[in-house]
C-alpha cells in the first residue's frame, strides 16, 4: 500500500482540554481527572524507578484527556498502541465509573509488555486490560515511498474489536518519519464509526505527516484537531466507514 503525502488544512484551530471533553458529564469529568493525576503522581521522580516504570509517558492533562474517553459510556473497547502510564490511568478510570469497557494493548518488547502486566496486577486492574506482545514487521504501508513497520500481531488485536477509542503512543518515533502512520490503514475496518482516535506527540513532524496522510487517504471520513495539551494531541474523529 502506497500513500503519498496530502497537506493538511492549516487553518484548523487547535482546542482545548475542556473541548476534547466537552461532552463528558461533570461527575465523571471529575473521576477522571482524579484518577490521571492519582496514577501519574506514583511515577517516581527520577532514574528509572519501581520496575523499570520510566519517568517519561503522559501527563496529568492527556491522561485526564483519555481516562474520560475510556471510561465514558457507551465505550465497550479500547485499543492502546504503545502502553504505559496510559494504560493504568484509563483502566483505573474504567474501574472507578464502573462500565463494562476493556483496553486491548500492542506492545512490541516482551520486557516492557511484562512490566506493564505486573503494574496491572499490582493496581488489581489486570482484567480491565490485556497487553499483546506484538514485535516490529514491515506493514506493506509506505509513505513517501517508505515502508514502515508496524505490530505483528495486529490481526489479533483487529479480533478483539470493534473499537471506539484509539490511543496510538507506539511504536517509538523519535526521528521525524511517520512511522505511526501504518494505524490507520491497518485498523480502519476494526474501528467504529464515531470512534476517537488520539495520535500523541503531535507536535512532532512525523506525527503531522501521519495525519496528513490519513485525510489523504480517507477524504470526507475522518477530522482532525491539533489539541494543546502537553506533548500536542491529534484528536481524529471517524465520520464514515
Not at 5 to 13: A, G, L, T, V, W
Not at 171 to 180: L, M
Amino acid at each position: 500500500m502506497v500513500v503519498e503525502h496530502h497537506r493538511f488544512d492549516s487553518h484548523r484551530k487547535r482546542s482545548s482540554m475542556l473541548d476534547g471533553i466537552a461532552t463528558a458529564g461533570r461527575h465523571h469529568l471529575n473521576i477522571a481527572m482524579a484518577c490521571a493525576v492519582g496514577v501519574v503522581r506514583t511515577r517516581p521522580d527520577c532514574g528509572v524507578g519501581v520496575d523499570g516504570w520510566p519517568v517519561g509517558g503522559v501527563g496529568p492533562r492527556t491522561g485526564a484527556l483519555l481516562a474520560s474517553l475510556a471510561s465514558a459510556p457507551p465505550v465497550r473497547r479500547v485499543l492502546e498502541c504503545g502502553p504505559g502510564t496510559s494504560t493504568l490511568v484509563m483502566a483505573r478510570a474504567i474501574e472507578e465509573v464502573g462500565t463494562d469497557a476493556r483496553i486491548v494493548c500492542m506492545e512490541h518488547s516482551c520486557a516492557w509488555a511484562r512490566i506493564v502486566r505486573r503494574r496491572l496486577r499490582r493496581h488489581g486492574l489486570q482484567r480491565r486490560a490485556s497487553v499483546l506482545v506484538s514485535p516490529l514487521r514491515p506493514s506493506g504501508v509506505r509513505i513517501g515511498g517508505e515502508e514502515f513497520a508496524w505490530y505483528s500481531r495486529c490481526s489479533a488485536a483487529r479480533a478483539e474489536g470493534p473499537y471506539d477509542v484509539v490511543f496510538i503512543d507506539g511504536p517509538p518515533a523519535t526521528d521525524g518519519r511517520p512511522r505511526r502512520a501504518p494505524a490507520l490503514p491497518l485498523l480502519w475496518d476494526s474501528i467504529n464509526v464515531g470512534a476517537t482516535i488520539i495520535l500523541d506527540d503531535g507536535r512532532r513532524p512525523g506525527e503531522r505527516a501521519c495525519v496528513e496522510a490519513w485525510l489523504g487517504m480517507y477524504p470526507g471520513r475522518l477530522r482532525a484537531d491539533l489539541l494543546d495539551i502537553d506533548k500536542g494531541l491529534w484528536r481524529l474523529e471517524k465520520t464514515g466507514a
